[in-house]
């Protein structure tokens, strides 16, 4: 898959901690989003009807830890806050049957802007009743520059 220079640029940034810049991470309900020949146009989008939308759910403000090298010789890169979806309000709670993935997008909401990074979750996160949320810990969410 080839990338435009823009977004391969912001990426290395992202990485080496050289750029600034918010980005929010996005839950998705369907595990093909994030594959990156669906979503290689890069845009938000392309995503928007496979992100999670029940009431009581918003796109989250991820920031990021200085970059590292890990074990493998590799530039990485966490989440440095715990980040929490909901409460989900609707009676229905989530209202599916699991996240299977994570999407880093450049907006806070809407189909503006673009997609950064995506994964798959596995196993799938369950779904949430009324009034719960999903909480990722500090560190949950990675990226790696290989």
Do not use: C
Request: charged share 15%; net charge negative; proline share 5%.
């Amino acid at each position: 898959m080839s990338i435009p220079l823009a977004r391969a640029l912001e990426a290395v940034d992202l990485i080496t901690g050289r750029g600034s810049y918010t980005t929010y991470l996005a839950l998705m309900e369907s595990p093909y989003v994030v594959d990156p020949d669906y979503m290689s146009d890069g845009l938000i989008a392309t995503i928007s009807g496979s992100e999670l939308s029940s009431a009581g759910y918003a796109r989250q403000t991820i920031t990021w830890s200085v970059p590292v090298t890990n074990g493998d010789g590799y530039a990485e890169s966490s989440n440095d806050s715990i980040l929490t979806f909901g409460p989900f309000t609707d009676p229905q709670g989530s209202g599916i049957e699991g996240v299977h993935g994570l999407a880093v997008v450049t907006a806070a909401s809407g189909t503006a802007g673009t997609v950064r990074w995506g994964t798959l979750i596995d196993p799938a996160m369950l779904d949430a009743a009324q009034n719960d949320t999903f909480t990722l810990a500090i560190g949950a969410v990675k990226v790696t520059s290989r």
